[in-house]
């Protein structure tokens, strides 16, 4: 844990809860801020699988066999032959709510 004192505090402009403030120290933020720098950002649409959803049995001809268009933006974390890796979350040296998306699902990236 890094040692902050008091005059390296800062106060986030924003209450969680009812009355709480939040306050996080000035030196983390900078740390945190700086392992997303390394990472470029994406947009990608792509088609995701769906299921049949239900209570009951469906009827075959009550099935829709079309996929659901998605976008998902993230900080890219490794790019492959077969997929794109991204993450929602990024510090110094974490990274937090992932997904893999196969590239043969995909319709368009663009870098933001």
């Known amino acids: ?9 800062k106060s986030i402009p924003f209450a969680v809860g009812r009355r709480k ?11 945190r801020l700086r392992g997303s ?12 699988a769906t299921d049949i959803s239900g209570e009951n049995w469906v009827d075959p001809s ?3 066999s079309v996929p ?13 032959e077969h997929a794109y890796t991204l993450a929602a979350l ?3 040296s974490h990274y937090a709510h992932g997904i893999t998306i196969p590239k043969g699902m995909v319709v368009e ?3 933001l």
């Open 1 to 9: 844990m890094i040692p902050v004192s008091n005059s390296q505090k």
């Open 37 to 48: 720098d390394k990472h470029k950002v994406l947009e990608i649409v792509w088609d995701d």
């Open 109 to 111: 990236v663009r870098e």
């Open 68 to 80: 659901a268009r998605t976008l998902s933006v993230g900080y890219l974390l490794t790019e492959s």
């Open 90 to 92: 990024v510090n110094a």
């Open 21 to 31: 403030k939040v306050v996080v120290p000035e030196v983390l933020m900078r740390a």
């Open 62 to 64: 009550d099935v829709e």
